[in-house]
């Protein structure tokens, strides 16, 4: 039996410049924070010659070619694993959909465990970077590398993207002080929509390589955000964070008219009434997360409790991708 396990992550600044379509011409900057809420895939062998997937479907496969999951499919073609008497199953403490990264995490777990399988053990770099060319290259989903590369890392992460592909990757430089004051303060509220984020994110990839100005100096700002919130972070300048998370949120509606909707808007603006002092949307937009930095936790809580949202809390994930069982 051998058990991965990938963190999701909340992104803290800058989100979207990590599309290639951005970031080849132009570079983009963003910092990100995994969180302990996981998605787990687990393996174990059989006595049946037959490959078993389970997740929200059941597969029985004899050969590779016939696995429908894609995901499952182009990781058992990417390191070469042949069919055989296994069993695969994913397992996630939060539903797809949501916005919290979990297509990049699922990857991230699925590689790894495959790489255990094979006695192999793997930097988070080439995790994040099979798991980069499994969504982007082979699959070509218009996302950007954000999600991966925080998943295998862990972490409250910068992460630089370079024209030429490369991604530096450099942890944020805080004080435990500071650390503690933003999980402390940091919450997430469950909006009650789930969504897929492929029709905004390729109407942003599909603008950016069109070279529509609006949305390429949209992100140049949204750039600027995420450098200026590592220096806010970095400085311990709290107030500051939250103000940017705010400024962020306004911008990043401009990108898209399903960003948001009015209920989500409505929320925005009672959690702000009600002890808020930043916040914005997670993901690419239309439903998922509201996350908000407040100091009147109590307040805000009652406020979103009482409008029907449920919280999510959390600590955050330093490990990244890691193997928690293996025998």
Not at 1 to 28: C, F, K, N, Q, V
Not at 74 to 80: G, N, P, R
């Amino acid at each position: 039996m051998i058990i991965a396990r990938a963190p999701l992550r909340l992104p803290i600044g800058g989100g979207g410049t990590d599309l290639p379509s951005y970031y080849r011409e132009h570079g983009g900057f963003l910092i990100s924070a995994a969180i302990d809420k996981y998605v787990y895939i687990t393996l174990h062998q059989t006595f049946v010659p037959e490959l078993i997937l389970k997740y929200s479907k059941l597969e029985r496969v004899l050969s590779v070619d016939e696995i429908q999951h894609p995901l499952f499919r182009e990781a058992f073609k990417l390191l070469d694993i042949p069919v055989a008497a296994l069993e695969l199953a994913s397992m996630a403490d939060i539903p797809a959909g949501t916005g919290l990264g979990s297509s990049g995490s699922f990857t991230c777990a699925l590689l790894k465990v495959l790489h255990a399988f094979r006695h192999e053990s793997v930097p988070a770099q080439q995790i994040a970077e099979e798991a980069c060319r499994i969504e982007l290259d082979i699959l070509k989903e218009p996302i950007g590398k954000q999600d991966q590369y925080i998943a295998a890392y862990g972490g409250l992460t910068a992460f630089r993207f370079l024209p030429n592909d490369h991604v530096e990757v450099t942890p944020v430089r805080v004080s435990k002080e500071t650390l503690c004051n933003l999980e402390d303060n940091l919450t997430l509220f469950f909006t009650g929509y789930t969504r897929s984020a492929s029709a905004i994110l390729k109407d942003q990839d599909s603008k950016t390589k069109s070279n529509d100005r609006d949305m390429i100096n949209n992100l140049h700002f949204i750039n600027e955000i995420g450098r200026d919130t590592k220096l806010a972070l970095e400085t311990g300048d709290l107030y500051k964070f939250a103000d940017l998370m705010n400024i962020h949120w306004e911008r990043k509606k401009k990108r898209s008219s399903g960003m948001s909707n009015e209920t989500i808007d409505q929320w925005y603006t009672l959690a702000l009434a009600n002890g808020a002092l930043g916040g914005k949307l997670i993901g690419a937009g239309g439903g998922g997360f509201l996350m908000f930095y407040c100091e009147d936790k109590a307040r805000l809580r009652k406020a979103m409790r009482d409008s029907g949202l449920s919280e999510v809390r959390f600590r955050f994930d330093f490990q990244g991708t890691s193997v928690v069982v293996q025998n």
